[in-house]
């Protein structure tokens, strides 16, 4: 994938569809490090063992639509391919926590894309799932979720465009803020 924030997507797409109500998608970022680490946690049926050890495989997925999974295995190897690290962990009735950890120095480092994007389209798109979005550079961060929106805006959808053109805006902007040098 282009960008890291499809991969994000296609594992939060996954965490829908293994019945998630509450998905957390979390960035942190050390500039002085040149490190970030991506982690999404949902609380869905989550794998079994077998599932578990089977997951990184192009080949598998439970899936009927079609006999291949490359999303998991695209997000590794775009981990491991800055000389980072990947891990599932997943429990059934607990849920899935995917992690990716990343080099940013690194010549194969993907771009992290259109997160705010990515996020607001689940949380328009899931209105039965509360999305948690935290961002996080050099100690600095900002978080969102779609439970406090929800409420906030009462009868208004958070799939209204005008609301998801503002969080689009509003999350961009907070994540500018984060990457800001102070003087």
Known sequence: MREL??????????????????LDIILTQSTAQQTLTIEIKDNGCG?????????RDPFFTTR??????????????????????FD??????????VRAFFHTDHVDF??????ASTVVSLMAMNP?????????????????????????????????????RWLTEYINENTNELTEVQT
């Open 110 to 115: 993907v771009p992290i894309g259109d997160m």
């Open 64 to 85: 009927t639509t079609r006999k291949v999974g490359l999303g998991v295995p695209l997000f590794k190897m775009a981990a491991e391919m800055t000389g980072g690290d």
């Open 128 to 164: 039965q799932v509360n999305v948690r979005y935290r961002r996080a550079i050099d100690g600095k961060d900002f978080s969102v979720e779609s439970e406090t929106l929800a409420a906030i805006l009462g009868d208004v959808p958070l799939n209204e465009p005008s609301i998801m």
């Open 88 to 97: 599932i962990d997943s429990a059934v009735g607990v849920g899935t926590t």
């Open 47 to 55: 794998m079994t063992k077998e599932q578990l050890a089977s997951v």
């Open 5 to 22: 924030s499809l991969n994000v997507l296609d594992v939060a797409q996954n965490s829908v569809t293994a019945g998630a109500t509450q």
